[in-house]
Nanobody, 122 residues
Framework: QVRLVESGGGLVQAGDSLRLPCIAS????????MGWFRQAPGKEREFVAAIGRSGGTTYCADSVKGRFTISRDNAKNKVGLAMNSLESGGTAVYYCAAGPFATSSRRAYADWGPGTQVTGSS
């Protein structure tokens, strides 16, 4: 298992950019594929983006394609989510997760961070 902690959330305005880092503890971070998910109040947790162990394989949800980018730095035990052109309004908690391979299925990920909240102002 790996321990994950997200940060970087906060209040943003429409069109703003925000980068969310997720720091992992442990010596085997590079053995895990990583994913980002988000969950709005009353909604199911949804897939945002995923990245393979070495970073060579990445993909993201259609809803954020072209605006969000996932990346990782194995030397720093870090995975990041760069978000551009954020929409106004709404709020969601963003979670990073570790799993066996890059997938959009949340059930495949065994380890999750506590999440960081991103709120869009009107």
């Amino acid at each position: 298992q790996v321990r994950l902690v997200e940060s970087g959330g906060g209040l943003v305005q429409a069109g703003d950019s925000l980068r969310l880092p997720c720091i992992a503890s442990g010596r085997t971070f590079r053995d895990y594929a990583m994913g980002w998910f988000r969950q709005a109040p009353g909604k199911e947790r949804e897939f945002v983006a995923a990245i393979g162990r070495s970073g060579g394989t990445t993909y993201c949800a259609d809803s954020v394609k072209g605006r969000f980018t996932i990346s990782r730095d194995n030397a720093k035990n870090k995975v990041g989510l760069a978000m551009n052109s954020l929409e106004s309004g709404g709020t969601a908690v963003y979670y990073c997760a570790a799993g066996p391979f890059a997938t959009s299925s949340r059930r495949a990920y065994a380890d999750w961070g506590p999440g960081t909240q991103v709120t869009g102002s009107s």
